[in-house]
């Protein structure tokens, strides 16, 4: 299983990349869509909504079950990824390529609550 040590986790199963700019970029881990199974639909929320930290953002729906995808933090939605909506199945090949949604986050020191790349793996093992 793939956990790049670069990114952030949620124990939700959401990993976060911080741009330069200072928005973050959302996606499912890769043991997340290992669960999950083959994608078959993808739901995103519309550009300018605003989201509490772990609220409900998205949907991603697979042959076995559907899963909700929270918000890392607050902060408000700057933009969707239409690959993912359009081909759900792109998260499966490569789920840190196949980003959902990017965020504007409302206060930077949220990201300092996200988990790291050895945290992240615990969870996963205690799984």
Known sequence: MNIPSDLKYTRNHEWVRTEADGTI????TDHAQELLGDLVFVELPD???EF????E???VESVKAASDVYAPVTGSI???NPTAVESPEVVNQDAYAAWLFKMKPA???DLDALL???????IVDAA
């Open 25 to 28: 970029t959302v996606g499912i």
């Open 47 to 49: 550009v300018g909504i």
């Open 52 to 55: 509490s930290a772990e609220q």
């Open 57 to 59: 953002v998205a949907v």
């Open 78 to 80: 700057v933009e969707i």
């Open 107 to 109: 206060a930077a020191a």
């Open 116 to 122: 790291d790349a050895s945290a992240y793996q615990q």
